[in-house]
């Protein structure tokens, strides 16, 4: 399994993927509202290659995350992962488990079809064996997310954010040559070029500002909010692509929000 991006000409982001190698083919799993995009890209670059795009609609994925994750996937598929190397796989009848740690955390990813993986979930829930496993909801997965800063395609991000930008290196090759966007990363990379770049942000006081405020430094706007979650070890954290020039931990910041002005610091990236 390896972190995968989509980009453009000048290596802007169209989409962030994992891609698992298979027998005959490669599988992708995309979120799916950044497929349609992705699959159009991909197609106009398809000259003279016999390619094939099968979206499996009747497949699904449960991720299985946190420290007792092994003992998870133990109860629920019969097979213990705890020997399995990050970003590898192994096949156990109709499922795919990979290591695959999304956000730092120990975790493994299940892809089969979706009247297993719903059957999977639910003996998961019910603590098989004994390993507790609880399900969460989308709010809740951002949490994880924020803290350990991951940009989420479309989001943190627009169509003119750079790859480096939004801190995507560990699923950029600064060795491979001849891919899309890879002159824009190479020369970025050898002469610095990136001036704005994603870092977190710790917000004072207990309430948190709206989505898509600005922020600003000794009277300059330097980036817009774009995350926000409120962390139980962090307090009012968030995200946001900022000019370089509020790139130093520590920095204070202003943001102004519809929902009034709130003060923050720059954080690096994972929080803590």
Not at 4 to 26: G, K, N, Q, S, V
Not at 53 to 67: H, I, M, Q, S, V
Not at 126 to 146: Q, T
Not at 234 to 256: D, K, P, R, Y
Request: proline content about 4%; charged content about 25%.
């Amino acid at each position: 399994v390896a972190p995968a991006l989509i980009l453009t000409e000048r290596a802007h982001l169209i989409a962030d993927f994992f891609l698992y190698a298979e027998p005959d083919a490669l599988l992708i799993e995309i979120e799916r509202a950044l497929w349609p995009a992705a699959r159009e890209h991909l197609e106009r670059l398809l000259v003279a290659d016999d390619v094939e795009f099968e979206t499996l609609g009747d497949w699904g994925l449960l991720d299985c995350a946190g420290p007792r994750a092994a003992r998870v996937v133990t109860a629920i598929a019969g097979i213990d992962p705890s020997e399995l190397a990050q970003w590898r796989q192994l096949r156990v009848g109709d499922l795919r488990i990979a290591n695959l740690p999304r956000y730092g955390a120990s975790a493994y990813s299940i892809i089969a079809p979706i009247s297993i993986i719903e059957d999977l979930a639910a003996r998961a829930t019910s603590a098989a064996d004994g390993a507790e496993a609880i399900a969460i909801s989308p709010a809740a997965r951002e949490l994880p997310r924020v803290e350990n800063g991951r940009v989420r395609i479309g989001i943190d991000t627009d169509e003119k954010t750079l790859a480096l930008e939004a801190r995507l290196d560990y699923a950029i090759s600064f060795s491979k040559g001849c891919y899309v966007g890879q002159e824009t990363i190479e020369r970025a990379t050898a002469r610095g070029g990136v001036k704005k770049r994603l870092f977190g942000l710790s917000i004072k006081g207990d309430r948190a500002p709206s989505v898509g405020a600005s922020i600003g430094l000794g009277g300059k706007a330097v980036g817009h909010l774009s995350s926000i979650v409120k962390s139980p070890r962090f307090g009012v954290i968030g995200l946001a692509i900022m000019h370089q020039s509020a790139w130093t931990a520590g920095t204070l910041v202003t943001i102004n929000a519809e929902n009034g002005e709130f003060s923050a610091t720059v954080s690096e990236l994972p929080f803590g």
